[in-house]
């Protein structure tokens, strides 16, 4: 399994190297978020196929950010391995926080999936220009504030914040706390103290941070990250008493570090009113949907319980309990499920107990995450068909044993051709697949009866069979 690593400040320059031209324009594609919210998201992260893969854990599960490509990355990889990854976790892959113009690509690439767009998880987007000259009568509130700022403060500058300015940072937060207008509101305070931690990051080269200073008093401050064309701002305080100080720093902090940005995010308003009304006012040119997919597979879909599938000798059907004795003699006969592919024993990570792997298959079924089939000769239970390996793409992995007992009638094709066609037109899969080790030449006459090979290579062949 993939490898994660938990993201910290030592992670900073490599996880830059991905985000400092990622132009998906949301804050979540960022250092600087990832650190100022590690302790909520617990974000991870991995280089693979090229792209930097962070995994975030939200709601009781993983999600996984949309990868960000470096130079030679290769996101549909990238994907692939995500998936992969929770498929061997036994969990569904949720891609979160995808921009806008890489929704369409996912929602081609999973059959059946539920998208989300949350209104407080979207992020306000504003044209560089517009903050930094607020030009036109929609802005003629923010020229007026600014106006009068200015009256009384003429001689207040943007400057950029360095170590040598560590005292003024700490005096402005003193007095920021004792102005502070949302003292008895704990998730304002708790982010309160997250931006006096990210904001002692403000010397690292990531960052861009700066003050406005109204002689050597710093009355506002921002620390902000440059991610592709957008600017994203991170942390932007200012102390209430200066009248007018907000639109007079966004302002200017704009002119001084926007650069040739073309776009400024001031991140989401975390479903605060205030904040909404506040960011609503400065005109913003979007406001960024962050889409969240979760993909489902056929089983989710279609299927409740496990149907009958009859062939012209067989029955194929959901285990019973009555199966228990001779399914236990099918999972136990260890010479012949050397060639199977899964030890079971192994998977049950216990003793094994009478109704051990009759519980596991019908836990699996209750999870959508595969498909048990009893095959029986004249109502007797003689081998299983087990569709699972559900990539949420329209595939899934078949495998079939017969009892030793029952070998070499032709049972295996015939079970295993109606499992896969029931799949792939009662399932509605798109692609069935299975594999068989090399050395296994009466599974690989079996496959190749029913099934197209598609590839191999030092442990197995592989086959399919498609729509």
């Known amino acids: 399994?993939?490898?994660?690593?938990?993201?910290?400040?030592?992670?900073?320059?490599?996880?830059?190297?991905?985000?400092?031209?990622?132009?998906?324009?949301?804050?979540?594609?960022?250092?600087?978020?990832?650190?100022?919210?590690?302790?909520?998201?617990?974000?991870?992260?991995?280089?693979?196929?090229?792209?930097?893969?962070?995994?975030?854990?939200?709601?009781?599960?993983?999600?996984?950010?949309?990868?960000?490509?470096?130079?030679?990355?290769?996101v549909d990889a990238a994907l692939r391995a995500i998936e992969a990854y929770c498929l061997e976790a036994g969990q569904l892959p949720v891609i979160s926080m995808v921009p806008e113009h890489k929704a369409g690509e996912l929602l081609g690439r999973y059959p059946y999936v539920r998208v989300s767009d949350i209104r407080t998880w979207r992020d306000y987007v504003y044209y560089r220009e517009d903050l930094q000259y607020?030009?036109?009568?929609?802005?003629?509130?923010?020229?007026?504030?600014?106006?009068?700022?200015?009256?009384?403060?003429?001689?207040?500058?943007?400057?950029?914040?360095?170590?040598?300015?560590?005292?003024?940072?700490?005096?402005?937060?003193?007095?920021y706390e004792a102005e502070f207008p949302k003292g008895d509101n704990a998730k304002a305070l708790d982010e309160l103290k997250l931006a006096k931690k990210m904001l002692k990051l403000a010397g690292k080269p990531w960052f861009t941070a700066g003050g406005m200073f109204d002689g050597d008093k710093l009355i506002a401050l921002a620390l902000a990250e440059r991610c592709?064309?957008?600017?994203?701002?991170?942390?932007?305080?200012?102390?209430?008493?200066?009248?007018?100080?907000?639109?007079?720093?966004?302002?200017?902090?704009?002119?001084?570090?926007?650069?040739?940005?073309q776009w400024i995010d001031r991140e989401d308003d975390a479903a605060d009113k205030?904040?909404?009304?506040?960011?609503?006012?400065?005109?913003?040119?979007?406001?960024?949907?962050?889409?969240?997919?979760?993909?489902?597979?056929?089983?989710?879909?279609?299927?409740?319980?496990?149907?009958?599938?009859?062939?012209?000798?067989l029955t194929l059907s959901a285990l019973t309990e009555k199966d228990i004795p001779a399914y236990n003699?099918?999972?136990?006969?260890?010479?012949?499920?050397?060639?199977?592919?899964?030890?079971?024993?192994?998977?049950l990570g216990g003793p094994v107990e009478e109704r051990s792997f009759f519980d596991v298959a019908r836990r699996d079924f209750e999870s959508h995450l595969a498909v048990n089939f009893a095959v029986r000769l004249e109502g007797?239970?003689?081998?299983?068909?087990?569709?699972?390996?559900?990539?949420?793409?329209?595939?899934?992995?078949?495998?079939?044993?017969?009892?030793k007992a029952c070998a070499g009638n032709g049972y295996g094709v015939e079970a295993f051709t109606a499992a896969a066609e029931w799949g792939l037109y009662k399932l509605h899969l798109g692609r069935v697949f299975a594999k068989c080790f090399k050395e296994n030449q009466a599974s690989y006459k079996m496959l190749s009866a029913c099934m197209r090979k598609h590839g191999e290579d030092e442990t197995f062949f592989y086959f399919e069979k498609l729509v």
């Open 380 to 403: 007797k239970l003689i081998g299983e068909a087990v569709l699972y390996n559900f990539d949420c793409r329209g595939g899934a992995e078949l495998g079939c044993r017969i009892d």
């Open 274 to 313: 205030g904040l909404r009304t506040s960011k609503l006012q400065y005109g913003p040119a979007k406001l960024a949907p962050k889409y969240r997919f979760e993909p489902m597979n056929e089983l989710m879909r279609h299927i409740k319980e496990i149907p009958k599938v009859e062939t012209a000798r």
């Open 329 to 347: 003699a099918l999972v136990l006969d260890q010479e012949r499920n050397r060639w199977w592919g899964y030890d079971d024993v192994a998977g």
């Open 1 to 74: 399994m993939q490898q994660f690593k938990p993201v910290t400040k030592q992670d900073g320059a490599k996880l830059r190297r991905y985000y400092k031209d990622c132009n998906y324009g949301l804050c979540e594609y960022s250092l600087g978020t990832k650190l100022m919210w590690k302790k909520t998201l617990h974000p991870a992260w991995a280089e693979i196929a090229g792209c930097l893969v962070v995994r975030n854990w939200d709601a009781g599960g993983w999600n996984f950010d949309y990868p960000v490509p470096g130079p030679e990355g290769d």
């Open 134 to 175: 607020f030009t036109g009568r929609r802005y003629s509130g923010q020229r007026n504030h600014i106006k009068k700022f200015r009256a009384q403060w003429p001689e207040a500058e943007v400057r950029p914040l360095t170590a040598e300015n560590a005292g003024a940072v700490e005096q402005f937060w003193k007095d």
């Open 228 to 261: 592709g064309d957008t600017l994203i701002i991170h942390i932007e305080k200012a102390l209430y008493s200066y009248t007018g100080v907000y639109p007079a720093f966004v302002q200017a902090f704009a002119l001084a570090f926007g650069g040739n940005c």
